[in-house]
């Protein structure tokens, strides 16, 4: 079950020409009757909205090195980098709860006062073959990210890059698309990284209260090695089309 916690009322600024000078009467007709077209006509390409349904699965197969995914986070958002960038240390409060504990309120409460972000919400976790589906409303110029905690580590999560998942084409027409291939593993550089999927209580949901992190020696956020080869950590982490599968249909 998925709740959105908060929807902004869209803002559309209208390019207007009619500043402009001519220097005749007809050229004033035309320059006019032109503005007046290109007016309405960004009007109307602003304030288009289209709605998509986002499918999320866990590919995991039910064994005891399976992957699980805490509390996921989506945005719609015209600006770059809306939950975290590459390269930075974690800048938004409730971010580090969230990827360390699968928790994702402070974040919600914290997006919410941001210029960029048009709206956003929570999903619930999922367990091996486990799936959410919701319906986003967006714009053109709009972009949608989210970010998937990994359970069973100390701050690792999914997420697209900071541009975020384009939901329409040049012609502000919605696109449909299987968006798997441009989601990443990402290490938040928050907490010291332990072996993965151990059950620790410094990982994920078993996290407990109380008990206090390690801090990362690197606290940058960046690409996780995937596949065969272990990460900088020395530890090995599955390809992302392994674990899950993310759909958008527009209709």
């Given at each position: 079950?998925q709740t959105v916690?908060f929807q902004?009322?869209?803002?559309?600024?209208e390019?207007?020409a009619c500043?402009?000078?001519p220097?005749?009467?007809?050229?004033?007709?035309?320059?006019?009757?032109?503005?007046?077209?290109?007016c309405i006509?960004?009007?109307s390409?602003?304030?288009?909205?289209?709605?998509f349904?986002?499918q999320?699965?866990?590919?995991?197969?039910?064994?005891?090195?399976?992957w699980?995914?805490?509390e996921?986070?989506?945005?719609?958002h015209?600006?770059?980098?809306?939950?975290?960038k590459?390269?930075e240390?974690?800048?938004?409060?409730?971010?580090?709860?969230?990827?360390?504990?699968g928790?994702?309120?402070?974040?919600?409460?914290?997006?919410?006062?941001h210029?960029?972000?048009?709206a956003?919400?929570?999903f619930?976790t999922?367990?091996a073959?486990?799936?959410?589906?919701?319906?986003?409303?967006?714009s053109?110029?709009?972009?949608?990210?989210?970010?998937i905690p990994?359970?069973e580590?100390?701050?690792k999560?999914?997420?697209?890059?900071?541009?975020g998942?384009?939901l329409?084409d040049?012609?502000?027409?919605?696109?449909?698309?299987?968006?798997?291939?441009?989601?990443?593993?990402?290490d938040?550089?928050s907490?010291y990284?332990?072996?993965?999927?151990?059950q620790?209580?410094?990982?994920?949901?078993?996290?407990?209260?109380?008990v206090?992190?390690?801090?990362?020696p690197n606290p940058?956020?960046?690409?996780?090695?995937?596949?065969?080869?272990p990460?900088?950590?020395?530890?090995?982490?599955?390809?992302?089309?392994?674990?899950?599968?993310?759909?958008?249909k527009a209709?």
């Amino acid at each position: 079950m998925q709740t959105v916690m908060f929807q902004k009322k869209a803002k559309y600024a209208e390019k207007m020409a009619c500043g402009l000078q001519p220097i005749s009467n007809i050229a004033k007709v035309s320059l006019v009757a032109l503005t007046a077209l290109l007016c309405i006509s960004v009007a109307s390409a602003q304030t288009k909205m289209n709605s998509f349904l986002i499918q999320i699965k866990n590919l995991s197969d039910y064994k005891a090195d399976s992957w699980t995914f805490g509390e996921g986070v989506w945005v719609l958002h015209n600006q770059e980098h809306p939950l975290f960038k590459h390269g930075e240390a974690l800048y938004l409060n409730g971010m580090k709860t969230l990827i360390e504990r699968g928790k994702g309120h402070a974040v919600i409460a914290n997006i919410a006062k941001h210029e960029g972000i048009a709206a956003g919400a929570l999903f619930k976790t999922l367990d091996a073959k486990e799936k959410v589906a919701f319906v986003i409303t967006a714009s053109p110029g709009q972009r949608f990210s989210f970010v998937i905690p990994l359970n069973e580590t100390n701050d690792k999560f999914i997420a697209p890059r900071g541009r975020g998942i384009k939901l329409f084409d040049l012609f502000a027409q919605p696109i449909s698309s299987s968006a798997t291939q441009l989601a990443h593993i990402w290490d938040g550089g928050s907490a010291y990284d332990e072996k993965p999927q151990q059950q620790k209580q410094t990982q994920g949901t078993t996290q407990k209260t109380n008990v206090k992190q390690l801090p990362d020696p690197n606290p940058s956020v960046r690409l996780v090695i995937t596949g065969e080869r272990p990460h900088t950590d020395g530890f090995r982490y599955p390809r992302v089309e392994t674990i899950l599968r993310i759909s958008i249909k527009a209709f």
